[in-house]
């Protein structure tokens, strides 16, 4: 297994976790209230994450494409989550995992668009 295969299984899974506790978690819930989104950003959320996370891991075997869009999806999601966080002031500790999670998307879409090799 290559680095590419790790990382796009890596964030294809976390998005797939994600995605789920968005939809289902009590917690989560309480976290877009604190960010000032509504449930319907909250559930739109947790499908776009779902979305992009099954469409990164059928993407990396079937369809590079699909996971060139699924990665830059991902990315600006990630990116909009970030600045949510900074928004609502909270601590980089708080903001970083979002803005790891937009760059490593960001770096899968170049890499699937074959933008970098």
């Not at 776009?48 to 991902?74: D, E, K, R, T």
Request: glycine share 8%.
């Amino acid at each position: 297994m290559n680095a590419i295969t790790i990382v796009t299984l890596f964030s294809a899974l976390s998005f797939l976790f994600y995605g789920l506790s968005c939809l289902t978690s009590k917690r989560m819930t309480l976290e877009f209230k604190r960010f000032g989104l509504s449930k319907q950003q909250q559930m739109l959320t947790g499908i776009l994450q779902l979305v992009g996370g099954i469409g990164l891991a059928i993407g990396y075997y079937q369809s590079q494409i699909l996971a060139a869009i699924s990665a830059a999806g991902l990315a600006l999601l990630m990116l909009l989550g970030f600045l949510v966080r900074l928004k609502i002031k909270d601590s980089l500790v708080l903001s970083a995992p979002a803005f790891m999670y937009a760059l490593l998307n960001i770096y899968l879409a170049l890499r699937f668009f074959n933008v970098l090799n």
